[in-house]
């Protein structure tokens, strides 16, 4: 088992995505890999693949070193196959048949059921296929693997079953992993690598506690950076006094002082760095507030399947002003059809038996794929004519949420989905609702703005309804929790019951 080193690699796109990077990373080495969108972590995976030559220095790989990268995306040529079939397809023509039973002890890692082996890729969930690009990489018996967001599309219990497999069965193969999930890195990982335009920092940590070094380090910076900047502008102005007088005066000596001063505060200064700022955008929400005590009443409501199939029934539960519910729940068991039937209650008054809710509820929602977001519109065409902000301040109010003007007129379909996701939590604020219906807000969202997303909601205390797999951002925002299990729902004091039950 060998290692990969990086020798002062910089990446321009055309601008910095990370510069002067220096790492190794070596068997046992599971480093978690933290930056905003677009801001380099795929393309840092491309170089360390070998698919991609960074714009400078040296990436070395011990002499025969097999590295497996697992790319985002279902590759087209895959998705016509069967599952097991896509798998055994990875390993070399020679090896197929006498090598074949590795694609079933894969499978069996992974828990994939007997029916799925023959059923092709295009006809899979999301995380099935994600599932499958994994298993593609693993089969090959690879020196180091590279993971580029592996739980995209992934249930709780799958996530959950991948951090067992990463850390029990991958042993000691090097890996980097790109990930927004922190409680993910926070099991899988045993260093966390933030990458920056300037100064990428690693920390010997997963990623909670490197973190909060990060914070510590970077504010530290912020200090020096003022107090360096006070002793520049202090060095100028003595220089310039000195130069003053020494002009006046006719006295060299007092002329040559004022020299040094300026060359010390020339040399102060090239070494100031402005501090981090993340180049994603902002994420802001409002609460308009109600004078409505209970804000949505529920009584006697049967959940059912499209097929009408009975999935649960809510006997009696109220949504007080202020509740932030969580409903938990495995794949299947209704938590989407739940969070449908909410939002027909309230958008059309009356429509769903057993349901009131409170006139004054003014609804925001939004789901993982920011459905509701008009694909041919522009982000500036939809800000614009959906809320009317005058064009300018839809520009701002776009710019603010990270979208560079030349973007704002680009088709929102063609938009990346963490881009769409910024989109929509604009056009969520911009609603300026009092009730929040969220199914799972945080995919696609990196984690600054999941931490910003937490912040406002704890911030603006909004009444809400929320899916998410994010185990941080349910512990984060959550106050009450509904466990959908068995055909029925009941409320349970935290979630922790629910993520123990799918060990």
């Avoid at 180049?279 to 507030?289: E, K």
């Avoid at 209970?294 to 199939?309: G, I, T």
């Avoid at 694909?375 to 009317?388: D, N």
Wanted: include cysteine.
């Amino acid at each position: 088992m060998g290692s990969i080193s990086l020798n002062r690699v910089s990446v321009l796109s055309p601008h910095p995505l990370f510069a002067n990077l220096n790492l190794t990373i070596g068997p046992g080495d599971r480093i978690g890999l933290v930056a905003g969108n677009g801001a380099g972590k795929s393309t840092l995976l491309r170089c360390l693949a070998g698919t991609l030559e960074p714009t400078e220095g040296a990436i070395v790989r011990s002499r025969g070193l097999v590295v497996a990268y697992v790319e985002q995306d279902m590759p087209p040529n895959l998705r016509g196959l069967p599952l097991a079939e896509a798998i055994r397809r990875a390993l070399p023509p020679v090896e197929r048949e006498a090598q074949s039973w590795r694609v079933d002890v894969m499978l069996d890692a992974f828990e994939a059921p007997m029916e799925l082996h023959e059923r092709p890729i295009s006809e899979l969930s999301g995380g099935w296929q994600r599932l499958a690009l994994i298993a593609r990489a693993w089969v090959t018996e690879p020196d180091a693997l590279l993971l580029d967001e592996p739980t995209n599309h992934l249930d709780l219990a799958k996530i959950q079953l991948l951090e067992r497999w990463i850390t029990r069965e991958a042993g000691d193969t090097p890996m980097v992993i790109a990930s927004h999930d922190r409680s993910f890195l926070d099991a899988c990982t045993t260093r966390t690598l933030f990458l920056r335009p300037a100064g990428s920092t690693l920390y010997s940590h997963p990623y909670t506690a490197a973190r909060d070094l990060l914070v510590a380090d970077d504010l530290a910076a912020e200090r020096k950076l003022a107090k360096d900047s006070r002793e520049v502008d202090r060095l100028r102005r003595n220089a310039a006094e000195l130069k003053n007088v020494g002009v006046n005066s006719g006295s060299d000596l007092l002329q040559k002082k004022a020299m040094y001063l300026n060359k010390r505060a020339d040399s102060l200064e090239q070494g100031l760095r402005p501090a981090h700022v993340e180049r994603s955008g902002d994420i802001r929400l409002t609460n308009r507030g109600s004078h409505a005590k209970v804000m949505l009443a529920l009584e006697n409501v049967k959940v059912v399947a499209p097929d009408r199939a009975a999935l649960f029934e809510v006997k009696k539960l109220d949504l007080f002003q202020g509740d932030r519910v969580v409903l938990l729940g495995r794949n299947g068991v209704g938590k989407s059809v739940f969070v449908r039937m909410l939002r027909e209650a309230l958008t059309n008054q009356g429509s769903v038996a057993g349901m009131r809710a409170s006139p004054s509820i003014v609804l925001g929602y939004a789901d993982q794929m920011m459905s509701h977001l008009p694909e041919r519109e522009t982000p500036h065409g939809f800000i614009a004519g959906t809320f009317r902000p005058g064009d300018q301040r839809a520009v701002s109010l776009l710019a603010g949420a990270g979208f560079a003007v030349d973007m704002q007129r680009r088709a929102i379909g063609t938009l990346s989905a963490g881009q769409r996701a910024r989109l929509g939590l604009l056009a969520l604020r911009l609603t300026e609702p009092n009730f929040y219906l969220l199914d799972e807000p945080t995919n696609h969202v990196d984690i600054s703005g999941q931490e910003r997303l937490e912040a406002e909601i704890l911030a603006h205390a909004p009444s809400c309804v929320v899916v998410s797999h994010d185990r941080s951002f349910v512990r984060a925002v959550g106050t009450r929790f509904l466990l959908i299990e068995r055909g029925r729902i009941e409320e349970i004091e935290a979630p922790e019951r629910f993520y123990r039950s799918l060990l």
